[in-house]
C-alpha cells in the first residue's frame, strides 16, 4: 500500500532545554504527521551518543539516550522543580545541540531527579530492572566503571575489570552500586517516556521506523560484556575493524573502526546477539532500517592499527543463513534494508532474497554522464524513496551546488528550463512522492527547503555533526496543507486513496518562491 512519511530524529526538535526530547514537542509533531497524511516517523537511532556525539557509535545497542528524556515531564513527577532546569545553561544557538554544555547540564541535573526518585522508588522500577537484567546490568556497571575511570575506554582499565574477573566484577558492583543504580534509573525514565510517546503515535495511525547501524562501537557495553562475539586478540584489542575501501569520494576510503563480528562463532550459538538484537528493536520500532545492509553479504575488513582504509579487504558475511535463521527464532520481520554503496551481484543477489525492501535516493539520480538506478523511472515498487537521507545535503544545499551538466540533465528530466532553488526541492519531491515506490520518506529539512547549516552528518569527519534543530515556527499552516495536498495526490494516504485533487489545486504544488 503507498504512504509516506518524514524523516527527523528526536534530537532535532524544539526544547528549551538543549536539545529534543519525548515530550510536548514530540507530539506536536506526530499531529503534524498525522495533519499532513503521513504514515511514517523515521527517526535515527536512540540509544546513548559516545565520543563525537553520533548516534551511530553508542554505549549500548539496546540503552535509550537520557538526553531524550523530557524534563518538562519530570518537573509533572516532582523528580525536578522548574527553576532547577532554567538554572543549567543549555546552549546559545536554539537551533544548535552544544553536546559539551548538554553533557555537563543534563547528568548533573539529572542527579538531583536520582535523590528524589531513590526516597520513593516507583513500585514497578525493580519488575523493569529484572526484566530488562540481560543488558540492563552490563550496561549500568559498565557507565559506572567509565565514570570511575574519568571516561576512558573499557579496554584500557586494569586487568581484572577489562577481562571481566568475576571477583573483580562483584567488587565492582558493591563500590559502585549507587551510581548503578543511577544508571538503571535513566533507562526507568527514558522507557518509560519512550513508551508512552510510542503508544500516543501509533494512536494516530502512524509507524515509526528506526534505525540499527549494523556494527557496535568498540568502547561500549555490548563488545566488553561479549568479546566472543567480536573479532579480539587475546589482549581484547580489535584485530581489523570495519569501514569502507577508498573510492571517488574519499582516496583513503572510511575508517570507522568498529570491531567487527566473529561470524563463525556467531553461527554456533544460533546467532543469539543478533536474535536478542532485532528482537529488543522490533518492539522499540514498528519497522527497523538496517543500516549498511551490504555487510551481512560480505564486509571490508581494515587492520586494527591502521590510521586509514587503504589496506583492508573484503570477507564473506553470513548472508541469508542470519536472517532465517532470525525469521525461524522472531518470525515475519519488518524491516527496510540500506541498499546504498559499492552493490555487487551478490549484494543485490540478497536484498532480493530477503525480501526486505531497499532505498532508492533521488540525489544520486542525476549524473550526466552515464545512467542510474536512482532515477524514479528504474524503481520497482518493493522499496523507499528518499529525496536524501542523514548522511546526504540538503535537497537546496545539494541543488545549489550541483554541477552545470547535472543540473542541466536534472531540469530535462523534470521537464523544466528553470528553477528556482526552492521550485527544484518541491519538483524532487514530487519526483520522489510520485515514484512507483511503495513508501517515500522525506527528511523535513527538505519540506522546509533549508540549506546545507541544517545538515545532520557529513561520514567520517568529527565535529559539527547531529547538531542541527527544528524552530517550533518552522512548520507552519499552510506547509502541512501544501505536503497533504501533494500526499493525497499521488494516493500516498492509504483511507484518502479515492480521492484526487483538482486541477488548480495540484497546479499551484512546487510553486513556493525562492
Not at 518537573?75 to 548538554?102: Q, T
Not at 534509573?185 to 534505525?211: C, P, R, S, T
Not at 565535529?463 to 493525497?488: A, F
Request: charged share 30%; with cysteine; glycine share 6%.
Amino acid at each position: 500500500m503507498r504512504s509516506s512519511g518524514v524523516l527527523m530524529h528526536i534530537s532535532s526538535l524544539p526544547s528549551p532545554y538543549g536539545i529534543g526530547t519525548m515530550g510536548k514537542e514530540a507530539r506536536k509533531f506526530v499531529d503534524f504527521l498525522d495533519k499532513s497524511g503521513q504514515k511514517y516517523w523515521q527517526i535515527l537511532p536512540i540509544c546513548p551518543t559516545s565520543y563525537g556525539d553520533s548516534p551511530y557509535q553508542s554505549f549500548s545497542s539496546f540503552a535509550g539516550n537520557p538526553y531524550f528524556i523530557d524534563l518538562e515531564i519530570l518537573c509533572r513527577e516532582k523528580l525536578l522543580k522548574k527553576a532547577e532546569c532554567e538554572s543549567f545553561p543549555w546552549g546559545s544557538n536554539p537551533h544548535y545541540v552544544d553536546y559539551g554544555v548538554m553533557y555537563n547540564s543534563r547528568y548533573a541535573l539529572l542527579k538531583k531527579a536520582y535523590v528524589r526518585f531513590m526516597k520513593k522508588q516507583p513500585e514497578d522500577f525493580a519488575s523493569f530492572c529484572e526484566k530488562e537484567a540481560e543488558w540492563l546490568e552490563d550496561y549500568a556497571l559498565f557507565m559506572a566503571l567509565k565514570d570511575a575511570h574519568g571516561g576512558i575506554a573499557w579496554f584500557e582499565w586494569e586487568k581484572e575489570l577489562k577481562t571481566r574477573e568475576q571477583k573483580a566484577l562483584s567488587e565492582a558492583k558493591e563500590t559502585y552500586a549507587d551510581d548503578i543504580l543511577f544508571y538503571k534509573m535513566l533507562q526507568y525514565l527514558f522507557f518509560k517516556q519512550w513508551w508512552a510517546l510510542k503508544e500516543y503515535v501509533n494512536e494516530k495511525g502512524i509507524e515509526i521506523i528506526g534505525d540499527v547501524p549494523i556494527y557496535v562501537a568498540g568502547d561500549s557495553a555490548d563488545v566488553w560484556a561479549n568479546p566472543a562475539q567480536f573479532y579480539l586478540d587475546e589482549n581484547l584489542d580489535p584485530i581489523d575493524v570495519a569501514g569502507c575501501p577508498p573510492d571517488a569520494f574519499s582516496a583513503d576510503g572510511q575508517l570507522w573502526g568498529n570491531p567487527l563480528f566473529r561470524w563463525d562463532e556467531m553461527k554456533k550459538d544460533g546467532y543469539s546477539w543478533w536474535t536478542k538484537r532485532i528482537k529488543a528493536m522490533s518492539k522499540l520500532y514498528d519497522i527497523v532500517r538496517i543500516d549498511h545492509f551490504r555487510g551481512f553479504d560480505s564486509y571490508y575488513a581494515i587492520p586494527g592499527t591502521d590510521d586509514t582504509a587503504r589496506n583492508g579487504e573484503w570477507r564473506e558475511g553470513p548472508g541469508m543463513d542470519l536472517f532465517h535463521t532470525l525469521e525461524k527464532k522472531l518470525g515475519k520481520l519488518n524491516i527496510i534494508v540500506e541498499d546504498l554503496g559499492f552493490l555487487t551481484p551478490s549484494v543485490l543477489k540478497l536484498v532480493k532474497d530477503s525480501g526486505f525492501p531497499g532505498m532508492k535516493v533521488v540525489q544520486f539520480a542525476f549524473d550526466s554522464r552515464e545512467p542510474s538506478n536512482y532515477l524514479p523511472h528504474n524503481y520497482d515498487k518493493n522499496c523507499v524513496v528518499y529525496t536524501g537521507t542523514h548522511d546526504n545535503e540538503t535537497l537546496a544545499g545539494w541543488y545549489r551546488e550541483l554541477k552545470k551538466e547535472d543540473k542541466k540533465f536534472a531540469l530535462r528530466y523534470m521537464g523544466r528550463k528553470k528553477l528556482s532553488v526552492n521550485e527544484a526541492v518541491w519538483e524532487i519531491i514530487r519526483l520522489a512522492q510520485s515514484s512507483v515506490a511503495d513508501t517515500c520518506i522525506i527528511p523535513i529539512q527538505d519540506y522546509l527547503c533549508l540549506g546545507n547549516e541544517a545538515r545532520i552528518n557529513h561520514p567520517s569527519t568529527l565535529g559539527g555533526n547531529w547538531i542541527w534543530r527544528l524552530h517550533r515556527d518552522e512548520i507552519s499552516k499552510k506547509l502541512v496543507k501544501k505536503i497533504r495536498r501533494m500526499t493525497e495526490l499521488y494516493c500516498r494516504i492509504p483511507e484518502k486513496t479515492e480521492m484526487l485533487l483538482k486541477a488548480e489545486d495540484a497546479e499551484d504544488l512546487g510553486e513556493e518562491k525562492k
